[in-house]
T-cell receptor, first 110, second 113 residues
């Protein structure tokens, strides 16, 4: 069974701080990695994807991938109260099926 | 506007009734997916289809059925055999292939009493 694990949280950070969200996965054949944000009662929306080892930056968001350690993370700089949501890590393997983690609930405190 | 639509947003049914959830996309995506989400939990894959007239079971297919007669449509039927059908159901689509992200519809919240 392919697994994706995340700390369920809640992770609380003060406004303006860096929020660090982590995800580990079990399938070494995984090729693509995605971060989705989900507000309560809403559907997930894609915020970042990464395919290669290293860092990828998009505005206040940075995704980091380490395939050797089977680890992917999302950093949110200058966190805002509007960033308060559940963040889902998703991994796409050879079978072209997405496996989602349980999500980490982030709370940004004003 | 391009996107994925799901209807209805809220659905109420009595136990023992079958119910069909609609999912339509105009993104010209080949692949479509159905997920179930329970409170405080992640997404679990019910069924997926990578091409018209073909679909495969996901991790929790028991009690569900699907069809894919058109590229843009992927309806999900929740049958009376599904023991605990109350949940948030999400439809997604993707271009397909190893590097393409999924996009989600707004979801249907099904309550069975």
């Amino acid at each position: 069974q392919k697994e994706v694990e995340q700390n369920s949280g809640p992770l609380s950070v003060p406004e303006g701080a860096i929020a660090s969200l982590n995800c580990t996965y079990s399938d070494r054949g995984s090729q693509s990695f995605f971060w989705y944000r989900q507000y309560s009662g809403k559907s997930p929306e894609l915020i970042m994807f990464i395919y290669s080892n290293g860092d990828k930056e998009d505005g206040r968001f940075t995704a980091q991938l380490n395939k050797a350690s089977q680890y992917v993370s999302l950093l949110i700089r200058d966190s805002q109260p509007s960033d308060s949501a559940t963040y889902l890590c998703a991994v796409l393997g050879d079978g072209q099926n997405f496996v989602f983690g349980p999500g980490t609930r982030l709370s940004v405190l004003p | 506007d391009g996107g994925i639509t799901q209807s209805p947003k809220y659905l109420f049914r009595k136990e023992g009734q079958n119910v069909t959830l609609s999912c339509e996309q105009n993104l010209n995506h080949d692949a479509m997916y159905w997920y179930r989400q329970d409170p405080g939990q992640g997404l679990r894959l019910i069924y997926y289809s990578q091409i018209v007239n073909d679909f495969q079971k996901g991790d929790i297919a028991e009690g569900y059925s699907v069809s894919r007669e058109k590229k843009e449509s992927f309806p999900l039927t929740v049958t009376s055999a599904q023991k605990n059908p109350t949940a948030f159901y999400l439809c997604a689509s993707s271009i397909g292939g190893a590097q393409y992200e999924q996009y989600f519809g707004p979801g249907t919240r099904l309550t069975v009493t």
